[in-house]
């Protein structure tokens, strides 16, 4: 990762250091219910306090508008301190006074939580007066949050570019990571694509098909290629207008050498209920008010045999309904297969995505990837082959 500076080149004693770190985690009424994020930035947070920094974390919460009590950034940074073990005080704005103040009183080594940047709409806008107040607090800034890199704001990008920048320990992580999966990966690589639908994962499908030497697709996206192929799928969720879309994609991939792996046979039920009954059927058989709500066993083999072959993994996305079981068999099985390889050295593993990590957890392999991303909609991009204008402005600086 050369264009990229990181904390093993910032000087950081005595210094104000503005962290952006991605605090949009799971929460109830205030309480926070996953802890992946948080517990993702307390290197970066650790190690700039133990070299005598000043720890000023900026983050939003939820997607308000305008500054609401419901979405402050405060319990949250109760749970912060809890997972870094130390204090960390809380300041109610993250511009103006009260968050000048509360940085004036900062000694070396101290952990400050500024409230939600998105109270103010200029964050948003990458408002440059908002980048300049914003820049007054720091004087150097740490992006640790690859999870909104996606985002042009004045915290994630335009900061970037008014201070001296570096990349965290998380970001720095997740873009080694990346860039071993799809731009330096070891060859073959085979990624694993599900979810609901072809038309959100389009340019997603058709950059990974000129970078992988495999795609495994699974979901109800499969449901779609199938109906393209004339299979019957019965009642099965699909996108039946993108029919023609899904044919352009076979073709392409063809083209590319990339080998498509779509399902050979399919779990199905009546009812889209968890513990629904279920009946593996093939193709040529799936009933006319049956849905497939998973791939099927020999579905399940041919992908671990492709995953055999393969050198290198991207993950996105669950093959069935994974929330419901037992439709959860497909992904849950593929998933502990690659985990396997992994543990072996065989296998390079790289998931991330919304549900993917959910789907990870719950089959019990979310430690056992080589790398497992939090991001959402960052990692689409990524996938999509987008540049992510939170990492280019820490490119350039
Ligand atoms: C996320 O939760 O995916 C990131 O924090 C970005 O949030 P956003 O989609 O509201 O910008
Ligand atoms: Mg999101």
Redesign the pocket.
């Known amino acids: 990762m050369p264009d990229f500076r990181t904390l093993d080149s910032a000087d950081l004693s005595g210094k104000r250091v503005l962290v952006r770190v991605?605090l949009?985690v799971p929460a109830d009424s205030g309480k926070v219910t996953d802890f992946t994020r948080i517990e993702r930035v307390v290197p970066t947070i650790k190690e700039i306090s133990d070299k005598g920094g000043k720890v000023i974390l900026l983050a939003?919460f939820g997607?308000p508008k305008g500054r609401d009590p419901k979405e402050s950034l405060k319990p949250v940074a109760e749970a912060v301190a809890r997972v870094v073990g130390r204090p960390v005080a809380f300041a109610d704005d993250c511009i103006g006074e009260a968050a000048e103040s509360a940085v004036a009183a900062m000694k070396n080594g101290d952990i400050l939580c500024l409230e939600n940047t998105r109270f103010h709409k200029e964050e948003e806008k990458n408002d440059p007066a908002f980048v300049e107040k914003l820049a007054k607090l720091g004087d150097v800034y740490v992006n640790d949050a690859f999870?909104?890199a996606h985002?042009a704001h004045a915290s994630t990008e335009g900061l970037a570019r008014k201070l001296p920048a570096y990349a965290g320990r998380t970001m720095q992580a997740e873009l080694e990571a990346l860039s071993r999966a799809l731009e330096t990966p070891t060859k073959p690589v085979i990624a694993v694509v599900g979810g609901a639908k072809v038309s959100t994962k389009l340019e997603l499908l058709e950059n990974l098909i000129s970078k992988v030497d495999a795609l495994v697709i699974g979901g109800a996206m499969a449901n779609t290629f199938l109906f393209a192929q004339g299979v019957k799928i019965g009642k099965s969720l699909a996108e039946k207008e993108m029919a023609d879309t899904a044919r352009r994609i076979l073709a392409k991939a063809e083209d590319a050498n990339c080998a498509i792996i779509l399902p050979v046979d399919a779990t199905i039920a009546y009812h889209f209920e968890a513990n629904a009954p279920s009946f593996n059927y093939g193709l040529d058989a799936i009933p006319a008010d049956a849905m497939i709500l998973d791939v099927g066993p020999q579905s399940m083999e041919r992908i671990k045999g492709a995953l055999d072959d393969a050198a290198t993994l991207v993950w996105n996305g669950p093959l069935g309904a994974f929330e419901m079981k037992p439709f959860d068999a497909g992904t849950v099985t593929v998933a502990r297969y690659a985990a396997d390889r992994t543990k072996q050295k065989k296998l390079v593993s790289v998931a991330g995505g919304g549900d993917t990590v959910a789907a990870l957890n719950a089959a019990g392999v979310g430690e056992k990837f080589t790398y497992v991303s939090t991001?959402?909609?960052?990692f689409l991009e990524w996938l999509e082959g987008r540049k992510l204008p939170g990492v280019e402005a820490l490119r350039a600086s």
């Open positions: 991605d949009n939003h997607r999870s909104a985002r991001a959402g909609g960052a």
